[in-house]
């Protein structure tokens, strides 16, 4: 059994991670919260750290930004709310950061298989957009609690009702919006906080909620006296329409990913911040059940087990040596104590495992379900292994999904093959990209979601496998994996097609179409087979 106090600390912590679709202000949102935590005093410092967007045709420089970054990998803090909080508890909050490039979309994905929830961060001009959908996909899939933070209110945007219309459609899960904005842009004027009851009344230029003042109804008189009162109806109309439209604010429904409670402000002014955080830390799961191959396994269980979610690569070509990440899944992780590697079935112990805060990483002897350790590993890691306390457990990963763009890699060195093998073999356990291989001629296929990664790879071929490298171009439109209940089916449609079948890196078989109209087609002629655009289903 774990002690009392082990336990208390598993219940205190989040951890989560803010999405949102590049330059809906993320950056200035995490930097905001580690503000009010304290864990940073000048704001700017997590920015300095940000991909620049002028950098975004040099990767090497993106690289290097990265390298730097992995001590805010994971930004953990300690946060003691003032709402509600009798019992004076500080949650432990850990911030996971996500690269905001797209082309490192996948490592996003990755990382949000090791968070209890999820902020998105919408812009409120510019609404729902492309990767907050696709980044909304994958916290579907697992079900993940997601809180909606709708930013630059202090900019003219969107009618607010139309923007819950849109992030009900585009991300497909319902909200309630828990504050209210009074107008925006140049009349903006603050938010009702519906969650405590309170009016706070923006003041442009300033770094702080300036009032708060609480209510206890909305028909109130000095509403109007403070914000005017053709304002205060509005607020009051409004108010009144949110309680006829939507659902009242259920916390399981939150909880089990089916409603998303919304928030309106302005990050860059520090407004609307404070009241998201307070809510956030007494609604948001504490580290919740991970489910193995085998079983579910629950964060209180007194045995250690966690996952590797990210390899984070050193670029010294003369050290190859990298951190892995791991997720605590349940219990406690001890320093210098042997813990099982599933995948190998060998023993590892773990003299200087790193825990994270803010901008320090530093060593720690122990951690808890919930939290994130960096191990320092020589290549025994890969995306997806288990460490535990002697259990033979294999956490699900995150499924594979279809690459975007599609490239045959060459060997430019014939004297290097093997060196090439090793590298592409190492770099997609790591997690660069994915690999398929045509069943027809054998030929390697690397898919990834944007250009920069085929640079990355074939730069980091170069300087840590001395091997090199050439594209070639590859008309593509869609990597599926296929199943049928059909088995003869499926052999017959693999022999007839096999200038369109490879093999994905587990050898599962995926069907490589090139064009739209061939995989309608395939679709069409094999009924008895499905076409899934995800490894896991
Ligand atoms: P990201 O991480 O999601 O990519 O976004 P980031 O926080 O970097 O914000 C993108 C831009 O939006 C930044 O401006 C930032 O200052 C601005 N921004 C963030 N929150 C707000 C807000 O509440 N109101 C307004 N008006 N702007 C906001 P930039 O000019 O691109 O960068 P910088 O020169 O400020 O660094």
Redesign the pocket.
Known sequence: MLSTTDQQEILRRRTFAII??????????TEKLLLYGGAIHVAGAV?SN?IR?TATSDWMEIEKQRGISVATSVMGFDYTPTYRNKAGTTYHINILDTP?HQDFAEDTFRTLTAVDSVII?IDAAKGVETQTRRLMQVCRMRKTPVMVFI?????EGKDPFDLLDEVEAELGIKVRPLSWPINSGQRFKGVYNIFQQTLDLYQPDKTHVTESIQFEDVTDPQIATLVGDSDAAKLQEDLEMIEGVYDPFSIDSYLAGELAPVFF?????T?GVKELLECFVHIAPSPRPVVAEEREVKPMEDKFTGFCFKIHANMDPNHRSCIAFFKICSGKFERNTYYTHVRKGQQMRFSSPTCFMAQRKETVDEAFAGDIVGLPDTGNFKIGDTLTSGENLHFKGLPSFSPEMFKYIENADPMKQKQLDKGISQLMDEGVAQLFVSQLNGRKIIGTVGQLQFEVIQYRLEHEYQAKCRWEPLQMYKACWIESDDDAELEMFKRRKPQYMALDKDGRDVFMADSAYVLQMAQQDYKHITFHFTSEF
């Open positions: 949102s679709h590049p330059d809906a202000g993320k950056t200035t949102l920015k940000k967007k905001g961060v930013n630059k209110m202090d900019r402000g302005s990050a860059l002014n407004f």
